[in-house]
């Protein structure tokens, strides 16, 4: 998506190499109507009743405001898994385990077994995936509670560090708005 890219170039920020601060447009500041553009694009990608998208799954924090933005067209509702720091979680919730390269720790993620059913068809949307380990974790958590996954919504893939091509190999749909090559301060952002 080009409008995606041209954003990216005016706005994104690289830092350390691998992580690209989008905090003016996606993150903590969020350009309402620019998501919900990039909403209708994946709802374009997404929707109609042949996928059948019955809910909307993502990871708090920064997932949630996209995801709601992103739900409008869709009509459907946003359900978020929330992270934790212990395994010892008790009461009726599916868990997976997380590792995050960006903070170098393991977090649970966590669902309640109320809000999602078999006949769920669940389209994932996030801002980033990098390694995909977060997406894995709720694909691991689809699996366990029989719900469908329809795909997975990207605001931004890093395509260099193999997280959408595990999720493929899966057989999960990826769609990204960017996919990034390669980056860096010097040579700035290479999209595919
Ligand atoms: P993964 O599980 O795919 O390795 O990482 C996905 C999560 O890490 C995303 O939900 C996002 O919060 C964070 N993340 C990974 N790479 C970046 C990045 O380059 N920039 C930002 N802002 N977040 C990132």
Same mark, same amino acid.
């Given at each position: 998506m080009k409008l995606m890219e041209d954003r990216i170039r005016k706005d994104g920020i690289i830092e350390n190499g691998d992580v690209l601060k989008v905090g003016s447009f996606l993150n903590q500041q969020i350009d309402v109507d620019f998501i919900r553009t990039c909403g209708r694009e994946f709802y374009r990608l997404f929707g109609g009743e042949q996928s059948g998208v019955t809910k909307i799954l993502t990871v708090e924090a920064s997932g949630i405001g996209l995801a709601c933005l992103c739900a409008i067209p869709f009509g459907v509702p946003v359900v978020f898994a929330k992270k934790s720091k212990s395994n010892n979680i008790s009461g009726e919730v599916y868990t997976a385990p997380v590792y995050s390269f960006t903070h170098g720790t393991t977090y649970t993620v966590m669902i309640p077994k =109320? %809000? %999602? =059913?078999?006949g769920d068809r669940v389209l994932f949307i996030d801002d980033f995936l990098a390694r995909g380990a977060a997406l894995e974790g709720l694909a691991d958590i689809c699996h366990a509670a029989g719900a469908t996954v329809v795909g997975a919504g990207i605001?931004?893939?890093?395509?260099?560090?193999g997280g959408g091509e595990a999720l493929r190999k899966r057989g999960i749909r990826v769609e990204s708005l960017a996919r990034i090559r390669s980056m860096s301060p010097e040579e700035g952002v290479q999209f595919c």
């Open positions: =109320s %809000l %999602l =059913s078999p605001f931004v893939e890093k395509t260099y560090q």
